[in-house]
């Protein structure tokens, strides 16, 4: 199926360093509702605790056709990662001061996984730099467009 949800602020406000893949620890009605794109990682990130990962904030709609046995809709959910992966990861996040952000929620072979990112925040001058290149670049795109040979 392909991607379910990305979260587009990541790349205009950090630097985007290092992915993994991660899986994720889901109960009954979560996966039907990620399955019918009823999910948002906008304002999520992942805090590690004790050895383990989890993602925080993640929204995922209840199911429609839910009962009594629906899921709460911000839990903190367990990412499946492997121990030395989790012990690599929390010494970046202590000792380099970066932050752990979901980028893209996805479906492989009917299994939910999450792309975690090793991130660096990015200054307000970094930010205008990007837009700058970003507007230059669509400019060049625009006269190759109308000038043609």
Partial sequence: MGTISTNKKVKHDYFILETYEAGIKLTGTEIKSIRNHKVSI???YVRIKDSEAFVI???ITPYVH???FNHEE???RKLLLHKREILKLHSKVKVDGLVLIPTKLYLKESLCKMEVAVCKGKKLYDKRQSLKE????????KVGKNFRF
């Avoid at 970003?134 to 795109?141: T, V, W």
């Fill in 42 to 44: 906008n304002d999520c």
């Fill in 66 to 68: 839910g009962n009594i």
């Fill in 57 to 59: 904030n993640m929204h």
């Fill in 74 to 76: 911000t839990r903190e």
């Fill in 134 to 141: 970003k507007d230059q670049k669509r400019r060049l795109e």
